[in-house]
């Protein structure tokens, strides 16, 4: 690989890594979900269309994992599990925000 | 549906709308060729790996079709044609330079 390349490649990778940290299906719809108070997992199923809880439950930890969500577990019967946003998980949610109003041209476009 | 329900969806889609419009596997990284002056397809095929011309002219119309780019044809032996960035287009390269800063910070959590 030539250095010109390389640098192009270099660049997009930033990108590339944000968008595959929430290209999985209801990863976006979950931070909206969590952005707007509802912190429970059986508040967010009632929020998203058809999702299965186990995949729910994947994409919760991936996001665990990339540092957008914590999650806090209460000791209470029956056990409690709250998830919230990082700092991380806030800065995504402005640029969803942007992202919102940019899909607001598009539909706009297409009228 | 409830019309809570019906809100939060509405809420969500142009959302939505953006993210499918950008989510074909080589649609942002076409974005960000043309964004860097690589007008004609055989340039973006150099800064792109492994594309399929088909699957890269599809997706070049579907974003015409969504007012992302604009093609032009040059009456020339041999034909030219080149890909520009609408307005719509443009903004959408704010958007991605700050997905591409966010990146960087989900790349700074891992290390």
């Known amino acids: ?20 940290s929430i290209s999985g299906k209801w990863k976006i719809p979950i ?12 508040e967010f ?8 809880r186990r995949v729910l439950n994947k994409q919760l930890n991936e996001m665990i994992e990339d540092g957008i969500l914590t999650k806090e577990s209460f000791n ?12 991380i998980g806030e800065k995504l949610v402005e640029i969803l925000w ?10 706009l476009e297409k009228e």
Do not use: F, H
């Open 1 to 20: 690989m030539k250095t010109e390349e390389r640098v192009a490649e270099n660049k997009i990778c930033p990108l590339e890594i944000a968008v595959n």
């Open 31 to 42: 931070v909206w979900q969590i952005n707007e108070g509802k912190k429970r997992p059986s």
């Open 45 to 52: 199923l009632k929020g998203i269309a058809n999702v299965d």
């Open 76 to 87: 209470e019967l029956p056990p409690r599990v709250e998830y919230s946003l990082t700092e």
């Open 98 to 107: 942007q992202l919102n109003d940019w899909g607001k041209l598009l539909i």
